[in-house]
């Protein structure tokens, strides 16, 4: 945590206001979904963001990306403020070469009528100024660097299962060349030989473009292989954070004492 | 993981493509859907080579042989004026199908935008957009049609604005909603994420994902304005006599009903036929959306808030 970080967030918070009109007047019902965070993400650093359903991973994953517009708070990667959607074409461009997004489920996550060449060559034809044979150049190579033979590469995301199709969101990813990239709950849908596949692909391409991963998990088993640090989340609230190995191994608060616990650990029937 | 299968080739032939595209129309139609669609296809080679087809002149009078009978020179027989009605009614298929193909596509330039952008933008422009759709939905086409025709005058063009402008529901209220389900996908949220902006999203990615539910819609509406316009002009407000249109031919000769009837029976024949061959392609195709979304739907999704 020497050099400046690549994503710095500050005391954020999300309120979701959910105004229903009684015969009283209005009735404002409030949740919290995030209650002030506050933590950093080195580069080429990967974060694990750990806690159970609801406890705000998703929400502050959005919020970086740019999906939900933050209450209150600051969001700042590579130096560029994000807590306002993007006003111009120019700002969305730049925004998406700084950060993108896998999301959890596969099958939703790729346009049903896109191969995964002309997914990879969209984001290439928004984010780069190559000419068409360079960026078939290029596309070939983003597709071998996640794993995706020929046929794969032109096929519709019917055709591939859902591990293939993890990989084509990867590879739209990196197509944007971004200095982070955020994974929420990104092989949770995958069975777990597949994930095992997936986490050493990730750790492959962090190896070799230097890139964060703010990894958004709820399976402490995936974190302890995948982050350098951890962050535990719990109803919004941020209740321990630091490395992988301390925080999973001595744990602090209770509640991290508790997660822990609910994992079946090796061995016990 | 990857199950790689020899068989399957990375690009398939141009060939074997267009075999799987009429294997899958096949499929979604069934034999009676197949059997419409001939119909249809008749129908509109019917309209596209009439000056070729038709044996005769549709407006050619001829006094001496009024109400011939079947056959000889004239293969249904000739109306009150001694025109041929073979030529009339294949002449008739021209205006009877271009005018329900414009009030279809004007409806579809005006409406699929007005969807994508109130589905795309929600909030406000979403409720003006939906409320403004409700009410034109309230409104029956013909009524529309009869005001238009009231303010103007009678004649093919205002009834088919008219029509175009009330049928604007149809294809409209069917885009918006398929196009908000779409928007919940994820995807649209990574193109955001990409950088894309909303007009490049709802044009490259919507507006494709939207298209088979919309694509079932036109068939209906096409019958539906194909109704609606024969009944028009056989009040006399749409297409004018002695110009030949179906709804105009039952109208020509519905004074000689008894006695006369073939040309009403013929031209009432082709309405309902093709009315009701458009409302089973419609039909089949909107089933067949349906059978796949029910075999598509339950999937499981650990989704955390």
């Not at chain 2, 088979?212 to 509406?221: C, E, L, S, T, Y």
């Not at chain 2, 039909?283 to 067949?288: K, N, P, V």
Request: hydrophobic share 45%.
């Amino acid at each position: 945590m020497t050099a400046a970080p690549v994503v710095d967030v500050h005391e954020l918070r999300k309120v979701y206001r959910t105004g229903t009109s009684g015969p009283l007047g209005p009735r404002r019902n409030e949740f919290v979904a995030v209650a002030g965070a506050t933590f950093q993400v080195a580069a080429g650093e990967c974060l694990g963001i750990v806690g159970e359903s609801g406890s705000g991973k998703s929400t502050t994953a959005r919020m970086l990306a740019g999906l939900e517009r933050p209450t209150a708070g600051t969001i700042s990667v590579l130096g560029t403020d994000r807590s306002r959607p993007a006003r111009r074409a120019a700002e969305r461009h730049l925004r998406g070469g700084q950060l993108q997004m896998v999301f959890q489920d596969p099958y939703t996550s790729l346009d049903p009528r896109q191969t995964a060449r002309d997914t990879i060559d969209e984001t290439l034809r928004l984010h780069t100024r190559l000419s068409r044979a360079e960026r078939a150049d290029r596309v070939s190579e983003i597709a071998a660097s996640v794993g995706l033979d020929q046929r794969q590469a032109h096929a519709l995301p019917a055709g591939l299962s859902g591990g293939q199709r993890q990989r084509v969101a990867i590879a739209r990813a990196l197509a944007a060349d971004p200095r982070v990239i955020v994974l929420d709950e990104a092989v949770s849908a995958l069975d777990v030989s597949i994930q095992a596949q997936i986490l050493n692909l990730l750790a492959d391409i962090r190896d070799a473009t230097g890139v964060a991963y703010l990894f958004i998990t709820h399976d402490l088993a995936v974190v302890r292989h995948m982050a350098d640090r951890v962050l535990v989340l719990k109803e919004g609230h941020i209740v321990e954070q630091g490395p992988t190995a301390k925080v999973l191994d001595h744990p602090e608060h209770p509640y991290t004492q508790r997660l822990r616990e609910s994992v079946p650990a090796r061995g016990t029937p | 993981m990857t199950l790689t299968q020899p068989s399957l080739t990375a690009v398939e032939s141009a060939p074997s493509r267009a075999n799987a595209a009429g294997r899958r129309l096949r499929n979604r139609l069934g034999a009676t859907g197949l059997v419409a669609l001939c119909w249809i296809a008749l129908m509109i080679g019917c309209a596209a080579l009439a000056p070729v087809i038709a044996p005769h002149d549709p407006n050619a009078q001829d006094l001496l042989h009024v109400y011939a009978a079947p056959g000889g020179d004239h293969l249904l027989g000739t109306d009150g004026t001694g025109r041929d009605i073979l030529s009339r009614l294949i002449w008739g298929a021209r205006t009877s199908l271009v005018g329900p193909a414009l009030v279809v596509l004007l409806s579809l330039v005006v409406g699929l935008p007005l969807a994508l952008a109130a589905a795309w933008r929600g909030g406000w422009l979403d409720a003006v957009v939906g409320r403004f759709l409700d009410i034109v939905f309230s409104l029956p086409a013909i009524l529309v049609a009869v005001l238009a025709v009231a303010v103007f005058r009678p004649g093919p063009a205002p009834a088919i604005l008219a029509l175009a402008v009330a049928y604007l529901p149809y294809v409209a209220r069917v885009a918006r909603s398929a196009a908000l389900r779409q928007r919940a996908m994820p995807y649209v949220a990574a193109l955001t994420v990409q950088g894309h902006g909303g007009v490049a999203i709802c044009a490259r990615h919507l507006l494709p994902n939207i298209t088979p539910v919309v694509g079932a819609q036109i068939p209906i509406a096409f019958a539906n304005a194909l109704m609606d316009l024969a009944a028009l002009s056989f009040l006399g407000l749409a297409v004018q006599s002695p110009q030949a249109d179906w709804g105009v031919l039952v109208n020509d000769a519905q004074a000689v009903l008894q006695g006369h009837s073939s040309q009403v029976v013929y031209a009432g024949v082709l309405i309902i036929a093709t009315v009701v061959a458009l409302m089973l392609i419609g039909d089949r195709l909107g089933g067949d959306i349906r059978r796949r979304r029910v075999r598509r739907a339950p999937q499981p999704t650990g989704r955390t808030p």
